[in-house]
C-alpha cells in the first residue's frame, strides 16, 4: 500500500499548493532524521523514575502523581521503580525514543556506560527532565553531564538562574504540586508543624575540622548568613567571597560551594530550631510529626506534643485536621514547595517565612507569612488568628481557590505538555 498512501499525499498537497512543502516533510520522513524523531517521539510512552525512599517517600508519591496526571492528559506513561529492580536493568531501554524521560531529583542521567566516558542517557532518546528540590549545588556530581535535550525542573527562580550560569545547563522554574482530598475533617490541631529535626550543632565539628582558610571562610559565610536571613546561600557566599578577598574561576567556585553546603545545612536548622523555640515559648501549642522530634529539646516541653513519623498521605488528614500549619523554608528564598500546596489544599491556613515567589501570586489574605528576621512578634500573630475564626476561615478559603487553580498536578501536567511542545 505504500506507494498508493505516498501518491495519495502528494496528491492532495498538489491540490493545496504545498507539494514541495509535503515532498521535503516525506524525505525528512524516509531518512528519520532528527525533525522526524522531534514528532515521532511525542507519540512515544513517558518514562519516570521513581523508588526513591527520600524524606517518607515523597520523591515516589512525586513521580506517582505527576504520572498520574500525564495519564489523565492522554500520555502512556511508563515507570522504571529504582527500589524494586536493579540499576542495570535500565540498560532495556538502551536505543528506545521516548516522549519525555524524567527523573525526581534523580542521580540516574549520571550513570556512566563501563567505558567511563559515556553517559548512559546518551542512548536513550528523548527529552529529560530532572526534578530538584534542594539548592543544585546539592546535585553538583549530577549536574555536570551536559546531556543533550536536558533541562532541570525546580521550585525556586534562583536556583533556575544557578544552573544556568554555572552549569550552563537549561532549567525552568517548575514547583511540585499538590494533593487534595475530598472531605471534611474535624479542626482538632490548632498548630501544626510536618517535617524533621536535625540539630545543627552537629555540623560544627565537621566545619571545625576544615583546613585553617576554609574554616575561616565557613565562619565568616555561617556568621552573615546567621545575622542576615533575607540572603539566599549565592547571595551570602557571593558577599563572603568578596569580602574575604578570595579570587576563584568558575570550577573553583563550584567547589567551593559545595565544601559550603554544610554551612547551608547549618543555618537551615538553625533557623528551624529558633522559630520553633520563639513559638512555643511565645505560649502558643503545636503539634510536631516526625520521628526524630524525640531527640530535640522540645520533646519535654508542655507546649508540645510529639507524634510519631507519617506518610505523605497521612500528613494531608493531619492538615485536614489543623486551624493552622507551619512551613519552614530550607532557605528557598525565591520558591515554592509541595508543603505549601498541601497545607492550603487541605484546608489550613499556611503559616511561612517569605519568599519572592509569593509576589503577585499570595498576599495576606491568603496566607501567614513572616521574615526569618523579624519573627519574635509571629507568636502574637498567631494567637490573634487562632481566636478569630471567621479571619482564619477566609484565609483558608482563599489560599485554597487559589491553590487549585495554580498548583495541582493535573495543572503541571498540561504546563509539561505545553513545555514539551515548545522545545
Known sequence: MFDEVIEAILLDAEKRDAYD???????????????????????????????????????????????????QEGKNVI??????????????????????????QSYMFSIKLKDETEYLHQ?????????????????????????????????DSD?????????????????PAGIEIPGIEEKKYDLTFVGTYNDYRSQLPVIHQMNRSMRFFA???????RKNASLSAEEAFNRTVEEQGVILTQEEYLNLFYEMRRVFYCVIHYYREKILRIIINGDIKIDLFGDSWKESAFYSHPNVRCHPDITVEESITVWKRSKLSLNIMSWHKAGFTERMANI????????????????????ENDMLIFKLDQCEKLPQRIAELLADDE?????????????????????????????LNNR
Open 21 to 71: 512543502e509535503t515532498v521535503r516533510y516525506l524525505e525528512m520522513l524516509m531518512k528519520k532524521g532528527r525533525e522526524y524523531y522531534r514528532i515521532d517521539d511525542m507519540t512515544k510512552p513517558v518514562l519516570i523514575y521513581k523508588g526513591d525512599d527520600i524524606c517518607h517517600n515523597v520523591l515516589t508519591v512525586f513521580a506517582e502523581q505527576f504520572g498520574a496526571a500525564l495519564e
Open 344 to 363: 492550603m489544599l487541605a484546608g489550613a491556613v499556611l503559616v511561612t517565612d517569605d519568599s519572592t515567589y509569593l509576589r503577585g501570586r499570595y498576599d
Open 219 to 225: 565562619n565568616h559565610l555561617l556568621l552573615l548568613m
Open 79 to 104: 515507570y522504571f521503580d529504582m527500589g524494586k529492580e536493579p540499576i542495570e536493568s535500565v540498560t532495556r531501554y538502551v536505543n528506545q525514543h521516548f516522549c519525555a524521560i524524567i527523573g525526581v
Open 391 to 419: 479571619k482564619q476561615r477566609c484565609i483558608a478559603q482563599n489560599g485554597k481557590k487559589k491553590t487549585r487553580c495554580a498548583h495541582t498536578w493535573g495543572k503541571r501536567a498540561q504546563e509539561f505538555l505545553e513545555l
Open 159 to 175: 536556583y533556575v538562574n544557578f544552573v544556568h550560569k554555572y552549569f550552563k545547563m537549561d532549567a525552568v522554574l517548575f514547583p
Open 123 to 155: 542512548y536513550i532518546y528523548g527529552p529529560k527532565f530532572n526534578f530538584i528540590f534542594d539548592h543544585p549545588i546539592w546535585l553538583k556530581n549530577h549536574l555536570q553531564h551536559h546531556l543533550d535535550l536536558f533541562c532541570v525542573l525546580t521550585h
